[in-house]
């Protein structure tokens, strides 16, 4: 078995349960948006949690690219422009979840759940650009 293959392997796997768990939290919280009590901010910090793996496997890919390699992955055109996208929703899903931790239960209804609507929106993102990044890389 190759260590970098292995690598890879288990920090996809950190990868796709941080996918899982940004848009099923996003998803779950954009339909209970109603109540703003101590599920919510569980469901806000498990999309909080993870962002947070999101933006660490990510940069754990090009870190085990580097170790292996001496350099980067070699990216361009659509990719880069996919890898911009990921990179920009998980620093804005980063933020308004911990946003929502520290100020959602006060917020109004309508306003945690455009919330939670721009959480779904950046996991849906995300998700779309994974594709693009991995084809076109």
């Not at 917020?107 to 779904?120: F, G, I, K, N, V």
Request: aromatic share 10%; glycine share 8%; hydrophobic share 55%.
């Amino acid at each position: 078995m190759d260590a970098q293959d292995l690598g890879y392997a288990l920090n996809q796997v950190v990868h796709n349960f941080g996918a899982v768990a940004v848009t099923a939290g996003a998803a779950s919280g954009r339909w209970a948006a109603a109540s703003a009590g101590p599920i919510q901010r569980r469901v806000a910090l498990l999309t909080l949690v993870g962002w947070a793996a999101q933006g660490a496997s990510g940069a754990t890919f090009a870190v085990i690219s580097y170790i292996t390699y001496d350099r980067l992955p070699d990216i361009h055109g659509i990719a880069l422009a996919a890898l911009s996208l990921k990179i920009a929703c998980a620093v804005l899903g980063f933020s308004l979840s911990a946003l929502y931790l520290a100020r959602g239960p006060v917020w109004t209804e309508s306003r945690r759940r455009a919330t939670w609507t721009a959480l779904l929106v950046c996991a849906v993102l995300a998700l779309g650009a994974a594709a693009f990044l991995r084809w076109f890389s």
